[in-house]
């Protein structure tokens, strides 16, 4: 199982991030994450300008990166401490994300049965939708 920790300074201080060295998530991120008072999982990211596009705002590739994040925290109790793939994710952009701007995924699990979660949810920025997805994990059964 991969290690979590509890971020300690800064904007997302008290949030929670993988502690990942040299994966693609570290090098697109960082991304974090953390129960909302309901229980549900919050991630977030501040962009910077290597999230952008050559037009100044944020690359689609990024927003599925995050989208996929954001479906395995959304599946983080239905996993059960399994591992899994994304087989499935399809998109929906509706807007752009610029330089400095806070963006948020939440979401919920459809559907979870002994080895497929299906998710929805949506990218935001503030009062803005950036983009709706869903998608489908499998999951595997723990080795032992």
């Not at 090098?27 to 991630?43: E, I, K």
């Not at 401490?81 to 806070?102: C, I, K, P």
Request: proline share 2%; charged share 25%; hydrophobic share 40%.
């Amino acid at each position: 199982m991969v290690a979590k920790r509890t971020v300690t300074e800064g904007e997302f201080a008290g949030w929670q991030m993988y502690d990942l060295h040299d994966t693609f998530d570290q090098v697109v991120g960082p991304f974090y994450f953390r129960p909302d008072p309901d229980g549900r999982m919050r991630c977030a990211f501040r962009a910077e300008q290597k999230h952008m596009n050559a037009g100044q705002r944020m690359h689609g590739g990024c927003l599925m990166t995050f989208a996929d994040i954001a479906l395995f925290q959304t599946a983080y109790q239905e996993m059960e401490g399994s591992s899994g793939v994304t087989v499935q994710l399809d998109s929906t952009f509706v807007d752009a994300a610029r330089v400095g701007d806070l963006v948020e995924a939440t979401g919920e699990v459809v559907r979870a049965g002994k080895s497929l979660i299906f998710v929805r949810g949506q990218i935001t920025c503030g009062e803005r939708t950036l983009m709706t997805f869903s998608g489908v994990i499998r999951k595997f059964d723990r080795r032992g």
